[in-house]
C-alpha cells in the first residue's frame, strides 16, 4: 500500500513502537509524521516507511495544522476505543 498525506499509521519500531501519528509528507524512503503534541507539525519525526504500517487509508480533508492533526488522532482513538468495548 502507498503510504500517502493524511494517513494515520502506527510505528513498529524504535521508541515510539505502536504510537499513532499523521503522516504530513512523503519524500523517498522516508515519511514525516506529526502527533500534534511531542511532534508537531513544524517539527516532524523523519521515520523509514518499513517502519511504520498503515492503520486508516485516508481520515478526511488533513489540514496541516497541530489542532487538526490532534483531533483527528483523537477521533481515531475514540472508535478504536469503542470496538474494544464491544
Known sequence: MELKRGM??????GRDKDCIYVIGD???EYVYLA???LRTVDH???????????VCVICGEYKPDDVAVKRILKN???????????
Open 35 to 37: 502527533d500534534g503534541r
Open 44 to 54: 516532524p519525526k523523519r521515520k523509514k516507511k518499513k517502519h511504520v504500517q498503515p
Open 26 to 28: 512523503v519524500r523517498n
Open 8 to 13: 494515520l499509521v502506527k510505528s513498529k519500531a
Open 76 to 86: 481515531y482513538l475514540n472508535q478504536e476505543k469503542g470496538k474494544q468495548e464491544e
